[in-house]
C-alpha cells in the first residue's frame, strides 16, 4: 500500500515558478515509478510527466517540454514537480499517482495509487 499527498500548489502570476512535492508512505516507494497529472476545469484529466522509479526514464508531454521537470528522491520518499514559466493554461489540479511500470504516455488509465491533488491557479 502506498499512500500519497501532494503539497506545494498555489496562486502564481504568468510567468512564476512553482515545485510540488509528493509525500509517499511506504517502504516500497522506490520499486514505483510515478507520474504527474493535471486536471483543468471541465477537462480530463491528463499526463504531464512521469519518471520511473530509478529516475533513469522521464517524459513529459509536449506542451510542458522545458518548463517542467520531474525528480525523485528515493531516499525521501518523495517526487517532485518543478514547473518554471507558468502559463495560465497550466491551471488545474495536479495529481501524483504511482505504478508499477513506467510509461511514457500521458494515460491515466490503470495507476495504482493517487494522492488528493493540490491546485494549482495562474493569473494572467
Known amino acids: 500500500q502506498v499512500q500519497l499527498v501532494e503539497s506545494g500548489g498555489g496562486l502564481v502570476q504568468a510567468g512564476g515558478s512553482l515545485r510540488l512535492s509528493c509525500a509517499a508512505s511506504?517502504?516500497?516507494?522506490?520499486?514505483?515509478?510515478m507520474g504527474w497529472f493535471r486536471q483543468a476545469p471541465g477537462k480530463e484529466r491528463e499526463g504531464v510527466a512521469t519518471i520511473s522509479w530509478s529516475g533513469g526514464s522521464r517524459w513529459y508531454t509536449d506542451s510542458v517540454k522545458g518548463r517542467f521537470t520531474i525528480s525523485r528522491d528515493n531516499t525521501k520518499n518523495t517526487v517532485y514537480l518543478q514547473i518554471d514559466s507558468l502559463k495560465p493554461e497550466d491551471t488545474g489540479v495536479y495529481y501524483c499517482?504511482?505504478?508499477?511500470?513506467?510509461?511514457?504516455?500521458?494515460?491515466?488509465?490503470?495507476?495504482?495509487?493517487w494522492g488528493q491533488g493540490t491546485q494549482v491557479t495562474v493569473s494572467s
Open positions: 499517482a504511482a505504478d508499477r511500470g513506467f510509461r511514457a504516455d500521458s494515460s491515466s488509465y490503470g495507476y495504482d495509487y
Open positions: 511506504g517502504r516500497t516507494f522506490s520499486s514505483y515509478a
